[in-house]
């Protein structure tokens, strides 16, 4: 796989348009803001229009070139603001990439260093003292460039939706249910700027990444899906971590989270921010770990901190912060099944435990509030104390630290720093709205990102199902974003396979919240395949759904054309 | 396919016991009443006992001949009651097997027809207007041996469950939400008598079907699953036919619907009831159209009530019967945006057009309760008007068939005949609950069967997924039966590997639901798998599992051993 032709040929695979689908832009108050959609001709002569993750790689136009990043698009918007200052940034060091001494100068490590020279950029951060966050301009009733994509995104293009809304009996009888969402017919760039400041929603939008394509996640606007990736593997080179992202937003990934673990953390994170239209979020703690040799309890606060800024001046959108995992609370999963099964918990417990002190996340958090706030980095507050089993659903650990998240965004948001919530994990599906509720009542509805969660646990080799019916649920009752499983979850690393299988299954879970929620319009693409079905346009059936390839690939020429066609 | 050697290789394949696993059987009050259950043998000494819907297939002391049949398990309980006859029995016709008539007499069907010698019985009947159904017996305070063998399946043995279930406060934490469901920690056979009494469950049990070993569906009960399976491809073979089955029931399949069109269905049918040890459901106007050569007009009551007597005497347990579809309910289809998409609905739709004619099977409908008592054969009342589309979901032309229904199930039991009731479809989340409280407003409790329901309609590939998450959720409201969807439905005929993707997701949501309701002990299986995983017993977890073979594969060595071990 490390091979240049095989990777070539990946990323023109990954970069071929959907069948009958052209890219499009929907143009804002200014020219350089253009939002993509992607347009569906059917062989009636409608279009159909949908949002579009995949940036500019099924942009055939897009001249790209992985080696030298997607072009700046959110750049003018940043320094129009007149707030930030390039400076010469925190300095590279071989402990970044994980690397021992010996390595530092290995033909292999220089190699991959001069690969991705062309990708370093000079850091930005707020002048002395700012605040650069999308929350900090909100609350001061600034509706930023992103805040107006974002509502250009969500609606999209509606014309083509009238004949689907028009029956009025019909759009009564399949009313949504919002479950206390508040989802307008037309977001406004005011709206989303009110439920930006309101800390309802987030825009993760580090200001060294201006290459994203703004997005939201919040209850009141379309439920967003993430897929995590990652090197573990030694095995995987950086090209390939650049396309497993480049998959993932093609099936519609709305953010990805990078998990690398191991060598080359910090040359990989170029490469994919570089290279990423969506918000890329990562567990900071796993590359301090990396830097102390494995060992949780050489943790320190400082190397902690080096490595957030290290991060941020990367241009990492969100960080999961597991600062809501504190000392009194890692007693309680004693008597649990399955104990701490968040990595970045057990880490924490580890260090906690050995030190016998309060964790440094939690006691550091205003301090980390202030690195945030000079990039733009919001909080993905960790769940260390999820349950990693139904057994262990819903206990008091889990819940303690839940409440301990309520007060840390009070104190995130007193400092305008955008935060969302990690949720579980493992839950029977009576006991999911337990979760909503607490985290709606407790987190001042700061946006819920669970992953899953999954029902039960005795579908090994098939969590993405057993999770995606708990995601699509929890998806209805109000979360924002639902991370995905894979079918290996447990098992194994996800193969490019899996990772599309985990991508579809949370793209169904996402847009059945949608539905449920009645969010405005989305029914309006489930009508357009039935109509298809039905009149046995079998190719337009094919391309509007989550996976044309796939459809077409199962269909069965052999099936009855009109066996059930009557009235 | 159809080499003799491939279908024993598929066979032996298919009768291999699951890792680690032994038959075993709880033995009743005789000793002829011995219910199989599966024995998981974990690596630290434990025994995990499963429910079992293989049949004698996992068993390798059995002798299995597919061409002779399976033993006949309920023969001396069904003689004991001396309320049936032996008759000679509604004569062979050319035509049942969809025969033209020049090809009466080819090679080809001749041996086919040799190779079903062997499984030729002579059937019973009820003695001249005898009634002998489950639930007549039921309604006299007659506890069957069939009532007793569903009790102590049902329960399964609890013993090895008293580790997982001994921490009260656990336990009260996760107890289930039953919905209205009524779940006795122990079932005695006088419960399953009185529910089957009250018309609440069904234990579909021909009395022609002598080797079905006894299950119950009713919504106090586990949730159960059904596959379909059928021979619309003339390319497969009768043996094929059998192996599907034995394939759908190995992975969990309660329920086989034979949904066979075309050639030899009569002559398919005997190979699969014979060998089949779960009850085995048909559409009877599926093969009633075949005699009539496609032609829906064509049909008549007294050629239906033929092939009803044909079905039932070679022991079909449930019957699909689209009575509830009346002619003044068609229209209200006109302004649907995809009509009518039951097959058996069209059919009749068509029929009732084509003679501005109330449907026969309403108009007949006590008529058929005759038929149904003497053989103890089911009713499954189809909804010919379910949804093909969440537009058309919970609109009056489903709900008019819906409240029909209910007047059927009370005509039905009049008779005491034993009914269930088939419900969509296609339902987006929050139109879900509706469907069952409709249900079990109108219909009073009978047991609810539904095809999914799917959540969204732009998942073509991946339906199963979209699926289960509306039969998980609809399973927890009260639904008894959920009938599976393949990730080929709406494009082609599924495939060994599609039926198998079909059912375990389908054991994922029948699951998922029992946990929910807190079905006794149904959680325990996920604690013993969660246990076995956070002690990185790798075995135990994959051989706990829906799908041991899949888990293993997936399972990659190079995972950490105990990075997410700590409290």
């Known amino acids: ?77 940043i320094d129009e603001r007149g707030d930030t200052e390039r400076y010469e940034g925190r300095l590279r060091q071989a402990l970044d990439d994980g690397l021992k001494h010996e390595e530092r100068d290995s033909p292999r490590i220089a190699q991959l260093r001069a690969d991705a020279a062309a990708l370093q950029r000079i850091p930005r951060r707020a002048r002395s003292g700012g605040n650069v966050t999308q929350m900090h301009y909100a609350r001061r009733g600034i509706v930023t460039p992103e805040m107006e994509y974002v509502a250009l995104r969500e609606n999209g293009k509606r014309e083509w939706m009238a004949e689907y809304l028009a029956d009025a009996q019909r759009e009564r009888r399949l009313a949504g249910n919002g479950l206390g969402a508040r989802l307008p017919a037309v977001i406004t760039p005011e709206f989303v700027r009110d439920e930006v400041a309101r800390g309802r929603a987030i825009i993760p939008a580090n200001i060294n990444h201006p290459e994203v394509e703004p997005m939201a996640i919040g ?230 990102y669970t992953l899953g969660p999954l029902t039960i646990d005795i579908a090994p080799g098939y969590d993405h199902i057993a999770s995606a019916i708990g995601a699509a649920m929890i998806g209805w009752m109000g979360t924002a974003m639902l991370c995905y499983v894979t079918p290996k979850e447990h098992l194994g690393l996800p193969d490019r396979e899996d990772v599309k299988q985990g991508i579809v299954a949370y793209k169904i879970a996402a847009h059945a919240a949608d539905v449920a929620k009645g969010h405005p319009g989305a029914r309006a693409r489930d009508d357009a395949l039935s109509k298809a079905r039905f009149e046995f346009r079998w190719t337009d059936q094919f391309n509007l759904g989550l996976d044309p390839d796939t459809a077409r690939e199962f269909h069965d020429e052999t099936l009855p054309k009109d066996a059930s066609k009557v009235a």
């Open 219 to 448: 209850r009141n606007f379309r439920v967003k899906i993430n897929a995590n990736i990652g090197n573990s593997a030694v095995t995987s080179s950086i090209e390939e971590e650049v396309e497993k992202m480049v998959w993932a937003i093609r099936w519609g990934a709305d953010n990805v989270m990078d998990l690398s673990t191991g060598r080359h953390i910090h040359t990989t994170r170029d490469w994919i921010l570089r290279n990423s239209p969506v918000p890329i979020g990562t567990v900071p703690l796993y590359q301090a770990l990396e830097k102390v040799g494995g060992v949780a309890e050489d943790l320190t606060w400082a190397l902690y901190r080096d490595t957030l800024i290290e991060q941020a001046e990367q241009g990492v959108d969100y960080f999961t912060i597991h600062a809501g995992l504190r000392l009194p609370f890692i007693h309680l999963t004693a008597q649990r099944r399955t104990g701490i099964v968040s990595r970045g918990g057990s880490i924490m417990a580890k260090w906690c435990i050995a030190h016998h002190q309060e964790s440094f996340l939690y006691t550091h958090f205003e301090e980390i509030c202030e690195i945030m706030k000079a990039y733009d980095v919001s909080f993905s507050l960790g769940d260390g104390l999820r349950p990693g089993s139904a057994a262990d659903a819903n206990d008091e650990a889990q819940f303690a630290e839940l409440r301990t998240l309520g007060e840390l965004t009070q104190l995130a948001w007193q400092h305008d720093v955008q935060t969302m919530i990690e949720g579980p994990g493992h839950v029977p599906m009576h006991m999911i709205q337990a979760n909503m509720d607490e985290q709606l009542k407790h987190c001042h509805e700061a946006p819920f």
């Open 1 to 77: 796989m490390n091979a240049p032709d095989k990777l070539a040929q990946l990323l023109s695979l990954t970069r071929e348009p959907f069948p009958a689908s052209t890219k499009a832009w929907i143009t804002g108050s200014r020219p350089d803001l253009r939002v993509p959609v992607r347009d569906v001709a059917l062989s009636n002569g409608e279009v159909v229009s949908l949002y579009d993750t995949s940036g500019p790689y099924t942009d055939p136009a897009a001249a790209i070139d992985v080696r030298r990043g997607l072009p700046e698009l959110r750049a003018a918007w």
